[in-house]
């Protein structure tokens, strides 16, 4: 099983990234996905999640009307993508595969982490 997580990068606060995972080695389709991320010193935070299909998602109170989950299943891929980034959107971020479909599941499995650094 294996995630890798690729899109970070340094950007100007207010500007975007988009985080892709490509998923391979079990049956993406029937897992929820989800984004964490962990800021310099500090613990590593649920960001959002999307069910298996696609059809729900949750986020962090931090990120709501700002950061946007989505998936292809078709291409084993899930998405992040930021918008108007913050100063304390920096961090690095992960993907990681739940343990089950829905939105309440633990974690299963971790990819690598991105650095996301947003400074002006």
């Known amino acids: 099983e294996q995630l890798v997580v690729s899109g970070g990068g340094l950007v100007q606060p207010g500007g975007s990234l988009r985080l892709s995972c490509a998923a391979s080695?079990?049956?993406?389709?029937?897992?929820?996905m989800k984004w964490y991320r962990q800021a310099p010193g500090k613990g590593r935070d649920l960001v959002a999640t999307?069910?298996?299909?696609?059809?729900?998602?949750n986020y962090a109170d931090s990120v709501k009307g700002r950061f946007t989950i989505s998936r292809d299943n078709a291409k084993r891929t899930v998405y992040l993508q930021m918008n108007s980034l913050e100063l304390e959107d920096t961090a690095v971020y992960y993907c990681?595969?739940?343990?089950?479909?829905?939105?309440?599941?633990?974690?299963?499995?971790w990819g690598q982490g991105t650095q996301v650094t947003v400074s002006s």
């Open positions: 080695g079990f049956t993406f389709s029937t897992y929820a």
């Open positions: 990681a595969r739940s343990s089950w479909g829905g939105l309440g599941g633990g974690v299963s499995d």
């Open positions: 999307i069910s298996s299909t696609g059809s729900s998602t």
